[in-house]
């Protein structure tokens, strides 16, 4: 089989590894990838956008492409789905309606509202002084989520008044994140402790993957700024086989049953934000797609055939299927540059990346060829991953290998999967 992987960061690279491991995989096409993925056995870069969908659709034409995988929301919520189901390519993700579960968070809290799903209480804003008015009175602390789609860095938690309505200006006013802060919601904080919950749909089955736990902050102790994840270690041991079942039955299923009413039937990756406290669960956010860095210690751990498993849910055919899962844990620590998530500089030599070994990979997120060199190309620029018996070892293997990288400016957090020690 002829694969088309569009995206170019951990993620991608995680499933273009996976993928080409399996005998079904012939060749693996990326677009436009980065410099793992131009590494791996049987895969090729080309210099496409994943957001020019003309370009990929006549390229997976020309190809013969046999399955498209697309990872980031960008091209999802642009409709490339839809396009390339128009002109009868096989392809896994959802169509441009499923993909506003990630592309409009107003979308997605009144599928959650109207599937009496679990979720915090919030009030919807479309101009700033009412925004400020509700914000003088309400309490603190208080959650604001740009609506559209903003790579990871749309919400900002506030706990003072003052940080609550910087924030406002910063989204609604000034739009530091462009459009995508028109509109806004404005939800009550909760608390408990955070997982990544992601399933695989075809339309009319669903799969649950292994459970997993991300660390959105950028500094140790989860503090400072939301990023897109500097890390995550799967199996969350939060996640119980009975709090699995639990999240399927109250979850996932109203959810996809919602979606259903609205005449979408979601296709590809689902991913579940969720704050769990006392055996509460309530959904923070959805994603319409596998997420980073999840993505690199799940696959990690999975032993079945994941072009096997991508191919069937494509074709509708999921139902009976089981994953097998390695019974390790996997860890992965995000290497960033300096100055990330705001401005960072990029371009800069990387060295000891011929440090991984059979107990860690190292998955690339911003990085770039050029010549012999691979350089930084990204805020977030790898994604070390460890294998361990237990969480203690998968964190030992992954920073071990993480401490004999390095660009300048470099940094990554201490403490990925020490958060309940």
């Given at each position: 089989?002829?694969?088309?992987?569009?995206?170019?960061?951990?993620?991608?690279?995680?499933?273009?590894?996976?993928?080409?491991?399996?005998?079904?995989?012939?060749?693996?096409?990326?677009?436009?990838?980065?410099?793992?993925?131009?590494?791996?056995?049987?895969?090729?870069?080309?210099?496409?956008?994943?957001?020019?969908?003309?370009?990929?659709?006549?390229?997976?034409?020309?190809?013969?492409?046999?399955?498209?995988?697309?990872?980031?929301?960008?091209?999802?919520?642009?409709?490339?789905?839809?396009?390339?189901?128009?002109?009868?390519?096989?392809?896994?993700?959802?169509?441009?309606?499923?993909?506003?579960?990630?592309?409009?968070?107003?979308?997605?809290?009144?599928?959650?509202?109207?599937?009496?799903?679990?979720?915090?209480?919030?009030?919807?804003?479309?101009?700033?002084?009412?925004?400020?008015?509700?914000?003088?009175?309400?309490?603190?602390?208080?959650?604001?989520?740009?609506?559209?789609?903003?790579?990871?860095?749309?919400?900002?938690?506030?706990?003072?008044?003052?940080?609550?309505?910087?924030?406002?200006?910063?989204?609604?006013?000034?739009?530091?994140?462009?459009?995508?802060?028109?509109?806004?919601?404005?939800?009550?904080?909760?608390?408990?402790?955070?997982?990544?919950?992601?399933?695989?749909?075809?339309?009319?089955?669903?799969?649950?993957?292994?459970?997993?736990?991300?660390?959105?902050?950028?500094?140790?102790?989860?503090?400072?700024?939301?990023?897109?994840?500097?890390?995550?270690?799967?199996?969350?041991?939060?996640?119980?086989?009975?709090?699995?079942?639990?999240?399927?039955?109250?979850?996932?299923?109203?959810?996809?049953?919602?979606?259903?009413?609205?005449?979408?039937?979601?296709?590809?990756?689902?991913?579940?934000g969720l704050m769990i406290n006392e055996q509460k669960i309530?959904?923070?956010?959805?994603?319409?797609?596998?997420?980073?860095?999840?993505?690199?210690?799940?696959?990690?751990?999975?032993?079945?055939?994941?072009?096997?498993?991508?191919?069937?849910?494509?074709?509708?055919?999921?139902?009976?299927?089981?994953?097998?899962?390695?019974?390790?844990?996997?860890?992965?620590?995000?290497?960033?540059?300096?100055?990330?998530?705001?401005?960072?500089?990029?371009?800069?030599?990387?060295?000891?990346?011929?440090?991984?070994?059979?107990?860690?990979?190292?998955?690339?997120?911003?990085?770039?060829?050029?010549?012999?060199?691979?350089?930084s190309n990204g805020g977030r620029v790898l994604c070390v991953?460890?294998?361990?018996?237990?969480?203690?070892?998968?964190?030992?293997?992954?920073?071990?290998?993480?401490?004999?990288?390095?660009?300048?400016?470099?940094?990554?957090?201490?403490?990925?999967?020490?958060?309940?020690?």
């Amino acid at each position: 089989m002829k694969i088309l992987v569009i995206g170019s960061g951990g993620r991608e690279h995680a499933i273009v590894w996976k993928l080409a491991q399996s005998d079904l995989c012939e060749k693996v096409f990326v677009a436009p990838g980065n410099a793992g993925t131009a590494d791996e056995p049987k895969t090729e870069n080309i210099g496409l956008n994943a957001e020019d969908l003309e370009s990929l659709l006549d390229f997976a034409k020309n190809k013969e492409v046999d399955l498209t995988i697309v990872g980031p929301e960008a091209p999802l919520v642009l409709g490339l789905i839809d396009l390339f189901e128009k002109n009868n390519l096989l392809c896994l993700g959802p169509n441009k309606l499923a993909a506003q579960m990630e592309g409009s968070k107003i979308f997605m809290k009144d599928v959650l509202k109207k599937g009496n799903i679990p979720t915090a209480n919030y009030e919807v804003f479309t101009d700033p002084d009412s925004a400020r008015e509700f914000l003088e009175t309400c309490d603190i602390p208080i959650v604001l989520k740009a609506d559209g789609l903003a790579a990871g860095k749309g919400v900002i938690v506030a706990f003072s008044r003052d940080e609550a309505l910087e924030a406002l200006k910063s989204l609604m006013i000034e739009q530091k994140l462009g459009t995508a802060g028109d509109n806004l919601v404005i939800e009550e904080f909760l608390r408990g402790e955070e997982a990544s919950f992601i399933v695989l749909c075809d339309g009319k089955n669903v799969i649950s993957l292994a459970s997993s736990q991300d660390h959105k902050q950028r500094d140790d102790g989860d503090k400072g700024p939301n990023t897109g994840g500097m890390g995550a270690y799967s199996p969350a041991p939060l996640i119980t086989e009975e709090l699995n079942e639990e999240i399927m039955k109250d979850i996932i299923h109203p959810t996809l049953a919602e979606l259903k009413r609205r005449d979408i039937d979601y296709k590809g990756f689902l991913y579940a934000g969720l704050m769990i406290n006392e055996q509460k669960i309530k959904v923070l956010e959805y994603n319409c797609r596998f997420g980073d860095p999840e993505t690199q210690p799940i696959l990690m751990r999975m032993k079945s055939d994941f072009l096997s498993l991508c191919l069937k849910a494509a074709k509708q055919e999921l139902k009976g299927v089981e994953i097998v899962w390695d019974d390790r844990f996997a860890l992965g620590v995000v290497m960033a540059s300096k100055g990330y998530p705001e401005k960072y500089e990029t371009g800069f030599s990387i060295s000891g990346l011929n440090e991984e070994n059979e107990t860690t990979k190292v998955f690339h997120c911003g990085t770039k060829k050029e010549g012999e060199k691979t350089l930084s190309n990204g805020g977030r620029v790898l994604c070390v991953t460890g294998l361990g018996s237990n969480l203690d070892n998968a964190f030992k293997n992954a920073y071990e290998t993480a401490s004999k990288i390095n660009w300048d400016g470099a940094f990554y957090r201490r403490d990925i999967g020490k958060r309940n020690q």
